[in-house]
């Protein structure tokens, strides 16, 4: 089962870029690594590129590389004009816990991605493993490289997104939300409803 959520992003490509790769979150650890990595702190938070090359990283961008993915989404909004608006959306994907692994999830983000933007979009998906369930970022270029037009991200394009990702999720075999409501929530306000815990919507 994974939720799913997109919003629009005004501003800087770069930060949300830069949060979303983040090596840190993006490199599979056990919990001890985890908790000595956090207990060390900022400094060396973003000895990033170090981390990044001794394991496993999963980000993929479509479109661009996760090195180029900047430059390319600022050359597209210079291009077409749409510079200084909504830049790019950011939105995710977060699976179950102890359903998917770091892989499977990140494989089946680089799908969704794929299969709803890849045609004319410029994509970044990363997967961050450093909490207690997998979930997948995704930095959408607010506009598309092949004719200029902005991503709309209204009501049908969700609709889209979470089709597709109950789509996925059912070909992996993994669980589905059976009546989802309108809007979007987490998995962790998700299960804390199951469980007939407080939410802050709730509250």
Not at 123 to 150: E, P, Q
Not at 162 to 188: F, H, M, Q, T
Request: charged content about 25%; proline content about 1%.
């Amino acid at each position: 089962m994974a939720v799913t959520s997109i919003w629009s992003i005004k501003g800087r490509v770069n930060e949300v870029i830069r949060y979303a790769r983040n090596p840190e979150k993006t490199v599979e650890k056990n919990r001890d690594q985890l908790a000595e990595l956090h207990a060390i702190g900022d400094v060396i938070e973003y000895a990033a590129d170090d981390i990044k090359t001794e394991q496993r990283a999963f980000v993929t961008g479509i479109n661009c590389t996760e090195q180029t993915a900047v430059k390319k989404f600022n050359r597209t909004l210079n291009m077409y004009g749409n510079k200084g608006t909504r830049v790019c959306y950011h939105g995710y994907q977060s699976f179950a816990e102890n359903e998917v692994d770091a892989a499977t999830a990140h494989e089946i983000g680089v799908k969704l991605a794929e299969n709803l933007w890849g045609s004319r979009f410029q994509v970044l998906v990363a997967t961050h493993c450093n909490t207690g369930h997998y979930h997948n970022h995704f930095v959408l270029c607010a506009t598309s490289f092949v004719d200029g037009k902005k991503f709309d991200n209204n009501h049908e394009d969700y609709r889209l997104m979470r089709e597709e990702s109950d789509r996925l999720c059912k070909e992996y075999g993994l669980s589905v939300i059976k009546n989802p409501k309108e809007g979007s929530k987490n998995y962790a306000e998700w299960k804390a409803e199951q469980n007939g815990e407080p939410t802050l919507r709730g509250a």
